[in-house]
């Protein structure tokens, strides 16, 4: 069976510089060895960049390059490593010179009062952005229990406070479980090096706070209920159930707002005097970095719901520990929905 070029790549000249019966072999074998790789390599770029659009862009090039490299590549490291390697050293050059892309918690510190004046808009800082569940092949819900601890949100924030190297030795190593040795190949460097980056890192991000990687999540017949509590309760401004699902030290950013809140009083306050009206809000259910979202939409003066964003919510034990919302309508065809949708 002959297989065709990925996504993007112009199928291969009849002439080319080596002879036809080399190239076809190799068309054949590129597509069957490489794509099963295709949505860990776009959570590893995403990790590294902070944005899934940029690493769709990034994973694009790393087939690119390795579609082209595939008639050099003598099997001396797995074919996963190998991409792993092109997919790293691609990141590293799109970092250079980047800002990182952090949340609102990575810029200031938190209000603890939602009468305090609310800071303008900052569309010019590049905001971390949230990831939907399908592009890392996370439909099946035990893909998403052994796969999502490495791309929740706070764990993306935190990697975004590390130097573009770091960030690297980190994910491969505690995230992918590459040996120093593998990492040294694929950054071209020395094993001594990589243990000192890492743990450097690792200094780094303990730091910065503790980031919860095994958050005590309600089972699933209580996390089913504690999201549509909270659908009823933010679509109907219901400021007494609202805040009987938060917990008390619950937190809220919602980039590209600079200002965030802590505090039950004052994320409850927040949304009750500046954000909920009854019939305002439409909330559709989705996934993101492994954690339960909802895509949301305005009502707009016609009657007709537009897209506003996308908010991720961390839960612990029966409560909302967490709320990040993306008030970006952008975002929302990514996650697959409308861009508006009728009343």
């Excluded at 659009?53 to 490299?69: C, F, K, M, N, S």
């Excluded at 099997?75 to 250079?96: D, F, P, Q």
């Excluded at 094993?191 to 200094?203: G, I, K, N, Q, Y």
């Amino acid at each position: 069976m002959t297989i065709s070029a990925p996504a993007g790549v112009a199928a291969m000249p009849a002439e080319t510089e080596r002879p036809a019966e080399t190239e076809r072999p190799a068309e054949r074998e590129f597509g069957s060895l490489t794509e099963r790789f295709r949505p860990e390599l776009l959570a590893h770029c995403y990790r590294m960049l902070g944005s899934v659009q940029d690493a769709e862009d990034l994973v694009q090039e790393t087939y690119l390059r390795a579609w082209r490299g595939y008639g050099g590549f003598e099997g001396r490291s797995s074919v996963r490593h190998w991409l792993y390697k092109i997919a790293t050293m691609a990141c590293l050059t799109a970092l250079e010179g980047r800002a990182r892309r952090p949340l609102p918690s990575g810029l200031g510190a938190p209000e603890d009062d939602h009468r305090v004046a609310v800071a303008a808009r900052e569309p010019t800082v590049p905001w971390l952005q949230p990831a939907p569940d399908a592009v890392f092949g996370f439909d099946d819900p035990a893909a998403i229990v052994t796969g999502r601890e490495g791309i929740r949100l706070a764990f993306i924030a935190a990697l975004q406070l590390l130097p573009a190297r770091q960030r690297a030795v980190l994910t491969l190593r505690d995230v992918l479980a590459f040996r120093s040795t593998e990492v040294a190949a694929i950054l071209d460097t020395t094993p001594t090096a990589v243990d000192s980056a890492l743990r450097r890192a690792r200094s780094r991000l303990a730091q910065a706070g503790p980031v919860a990687t095994d958050l005590a999540e309600p089972d699933e017949r209580v996390r089913r209920r504690l999201l549509d509590d909270y659908v009823t309760a933010f679509t109907s401004a219901d400021h007494a159930a609202l805040v009987a699902l938060l917990r008390a030290d619950v937190e809220m950013e919602m980039p590209p707002t600079p200002t965030w809140f802590t505090g039950r009083d004052a994320v409850a306050g927040f949304l009750t005097a500046r954000i909920l009206t009854p019939g305002l809000w439409r909330m559709l259910p989705a996934r993101a970095n492994g954690q339960p979202a909802f895509v949301v939409y305005k009502r707009a003066p016609t009657g007709r719901y537009d897209a506003y964003g996308i908010q991720v919510l961390t839960l612990i034990g029966s409560r909302v520990a967490r709320i990040t919302a993306f008030n970006d309508p952008s975002l929302v065809p990514a996650f697959g929905f409308p861009v508006a949708v009728e009343t």
